[in-house]
């Protein structure tokens, strides 16, 4: 059984920086596809940035070129690089992982149906 377990988020003012971190138990995610998902109150839960299984990254248009996701798998860990913090960005951050095959774009969007997700971290940016 895969277990993802998150940790990093936290308070911040704007313009700050965060690293989150998932790490993988109960399996070996070379083969998996992996992302971020936040959501925030009101709002739907929306893709941040994702590893396809071909190793490919991808990010929301809303986060380009301040948020990086990035893996290390001796570690059995995905991280997302957060940096330049926005008030919205404020979100429960998840991270997500399947065993499909898909490009980092596809996951994006497909992952929102992924069979694994961890409990979550906050994140919290002040203006």
């Known amino acids: 059984q895969v277990r993802l377990v998150e940790s990093g988020g936290g308070s911040v003012q704007a313009g700050g920086s965060l690293t989150l971190s998932c790490s993988v138990f109960?399996?070996?995610?070379?083969?998996?596809?992996m992302g971020w998902f936040r959501q925030a109150p009101g709002k739907e839960r929306e893709g941040v940035a994702a590893i396809g299984s071909d190793g490919s990254t991808s990010v929301a248009d809303s986060v380009k070129g301040r948020f990086t996701i990035s893996q290390d798998k001796s570690k059995n860990t995905l991280y997302l690089q957060m940096n330049s913090l926005k008030p919205e960005d404020t979100a429960m951050y998840y991270c997500a992982a399947d065993w499909v095959g898909l490009t980092a774009i596809q996951a994006l969007t497909a992952l929102s149906r992924a069979r694994y997700w961890g409990q979550g971290t906050q994140v919290t940016v002040s203006s």
């Open positions: 109960g399996y070996t995610y070379i083969t998996l596809s």
